[in-house]
């Protein structure tokens, strides 16, 4: 059984006219379905979502010094977003400096979260 962290941008701050045919709901239901495929794996995930871009890191940082995280993933929202380039490193880098046992994972959009853990664990 792993903690399961997984870091991606809040549907409040998502430009979804770059991902189309995304919505905040299947956004949201994607990851609740995969939240709950990992729990069936005997696995304990939690979601951090991001609303303030620049806020990010400390409050992952806050997030990653409450409880020890065997996989933290970096969703495709902030990874696959050239705009969010400097966020996608600096959350990495969070990542590294604050839990450097934790193994970092990616998923490719809202529906294979679990198969990117998987991967991991």
Excluded: C
Aim: a negative charge; proline letters at 4%; hydrophobic letters at 50%.
């Amino acid at each position: 059984m792993a903690k399961v962290l997984m870091v991606g941008l809040h549907p409040d701050v998502v430009d979804f006219g770059k991902w189309p045919g995304l919505t905040a709901e299947k956004l949201q239901a994607g990851l609740a379905r995969d939240q709950a495929a990992l729990s069936a794996a005997g696995h304990r995930a939690e979601v951090h979502w991001v609303q303030d871009l620049e806020a990010a890191p400390d409050r992952l940082a806050a997030a990653l010094s409450e409880d020890a995280y065997g996989v933290v993933l970096i969703g495709a929202g902030v990874r696959k977003d050239d705009d969010h380039f400097l966020l996608f490193e600096r959350l990495v880098n969070t990542v590294h400096e604050h839990a450097p046992g934790a193994r970092i994972a990616f998923n490719t959009g809202p529906t294979d979260t679990a198969a990117a853990v998987a991967r991991w664990v």
